[in-house]
């Protein structure tokens, strides 16, 4: 582990907040031969932002939102067509999933199962009870806590190929994950319709198409936890997915003065107490940066570093001998520290105005 030296350099206009759009018309800056479109829309219970440039970007950006809707109708937990919905209220009886969804549940049990359960889809319950869902805030008390646990672990679904089983009480969200997925599939569209270059916001996640057209990589901002619409540094990205898990996201001030947010530990059944503030992961996949921030947050800043030490860096952007997906993250704790891993260090530079140590993580 190694304390840089810390450059200081004014931040470009454009920025792309992890958490905050600053506005698409600074994005592209295509030239008279492109032309940059932009589409803005709520889905998956967020406000999404897609921008594209290249003869053919309303074309692409028509299908990605089509998609992203289509996908929310599959995964919602509160729409009572959703193969979720009537999943989570099946009974223990068999459930046939699209194959999309059959996927996505898999993959979000394989980071489970590699996260030993601090990445959980069956928390679910717990999140409900807090009031995240209907943003009817509450502290559970500890025996009803106790009793929803008793539901909670990933080693209770039963997939087999497209049929799902959930046993009575055990209800799933894959809230966690869809977004980055969902992330995923705009960008292959858009790459099919032929664009090179585009930046897509889907309530915080961003996913880089290519570089910007002016051959220069994105520049993506990272939130200030402690400030809001302030920014903690900048990381320089192309082709890859940036996705934060922050306990400043959804978060509220309870009767006792403490503030809970909604990143649920699966172990304890309350608010993760690991001692970060946001978790940024960077990686090729989505879907796979999306599930693992949240993971890495319920771990903490050691586990955390322990996990990616295991598993390598996003350099060069494959999967390793051992078939695990390499990312690289940025950590804030809740007292300011910034830890970085080594595959990102070039490319990221720290906010003028923060002050907060930084650290970067080495193998």
């Known amino acids: 582990?190694?304390?840089?030296?810390?450059?200081?350099?004014?931040?470009?206009?454009?920025?792309?907040?992890?958490?905050?759009?600053?506005?698409?018309?600074?994005?592209?800056?295509c030239g008279n031969t492109d032309r940059q479109e932009s589409r803005e829309f709520i889905a998956m219970g967020t406000y999404i932002t897609l921008?594209?440039?290249?003869?053919?970007?309303g074309e692409g950006l028509a299908a990605a939102e089509e998609k992203i809707t289509a996908l929310e109708k599959l995964w919602s937990v509160n729409d009572e067509n959703?193969?979720?919905?009537?999943?989570?209220?099946?009974?223990?009886e068999a459930v046939h999933l699209?194959?999309?969804?059959?996927?996505?549940?898999?993959?979000?049990?394989?980071?489970?199962?590699?996260?030993?359960?601090?990445?959980?889809?069956t928390v679910y319950p717990l999140v409900e009870a807090w009031g995240f869902n209907s943003h009817e805030y509450r502290i559970p008390e500890d025996d009803e806590i106790k009793r929803l646990l008793e539901n909670v672990g990933y080693r209770k679904i039963k997939l087999?190929?497209?049929t799902l089983r959930l046993p009575a009480g055990v209800r799933i969200d894959l809230g966690a994950v869809g977004k980055g997925y969902?992330?995923?599939?705009?960008?292959?569209?858009?790459?099919?319709?032929?664009?090179?270059s585009a930046l897509l916001n889907i309530g915080g996640n961003v996913q880089a198409v290519g570089r910007k057209p002016d051959g220069n990589k994105w520049i993506i901002g990272i939130r200030n936890?402690?400030?809001?619409?302030?920014?903690?540094?900048?990381?320089?990205?192309?082709?890859?997915?940036?996705?934060?898990?922050?306990?400043?996201?959804?978060?509220?001030?309870?009767?006792?003065?403490?503030?809970?947010?909604?990143?649920?530990?699966?172990?304890?059944?309350?608010?993760?107490?690991?001692g970060l503030a946001s978790v940024t992961v960077i990686a090729e996949s989505g879907e796979y940066a999306d599930s693992?921030?949240?993971?890495?947050?319920?771990?903490?800043?050691?586990?955390?570093?322990?996990?990616?030490?295991?598993?390598?860096?996003?350099?060069?952007?494959?999967e390793t001998d051992a078939g695990e997906k390499p990312f690289d993250m940025i950590i804030i704790t809740n007292s300011g520290e910034l830890f970085i891993t080594e595959g990102v260090s070039g490319n990221f530079t720290p906010a003028d105005d923060y002050t907060g140590s930084l650290t970067v993580l080495e193998k």
């Open 1 to 29: 582990m190694k304390k840089p030296d810390r450059q200081r350099q004014s931040f470009y206009s454009g920025i792309v907040s992890a958490v905050i759009f600053f506005g698409a018309g600074l994005l592209c800056g």
């Open 51 to 57: 921008t594209a440039c290249g003869s053919s970007a």
């Open 82 to 92: 959703s193969e979720i919905y009537k999943a989570n209220r099946s009974g223990g």
């Open 98 to 121: 699209h194959k999309e969804t059959a996927g996505l549940l898999r993959s979000a049990l394989e980071t489970a199962e590699k996260t030993g359960g601090a990445f959980d889809p």
């Open 160 to 162: 087999e190929g497209e």
């Open 182 to 196: 969902a992330g995923d599939a705009a960008a292959a569209l858009l790459k099919k319709a032929g664009i090179n």
């Open 225 to 274: 936890p402690f400030d809001k619409g302030g920014l903690a540094g900048i990381i320089e990205a192309e082709n890859t997915a940036v996705i934060t898990s922050g306990g400043y996201e959804r978060c509220f001030t309870g009767s006792d003065g403490r503030t809970y947010h909604h990143i649920i530990d699966p172990e304890t059944g309350r608010p993760a107490e690991s």
């Open 292 to 318: 693992l921030s949240t993971a890495l947050f319920v771990m903490g800043q050691e586990k955390a570093a322990a996990y990616w030490r295991n598993l390598g860096t996003a350099e060069p952007a494959k």
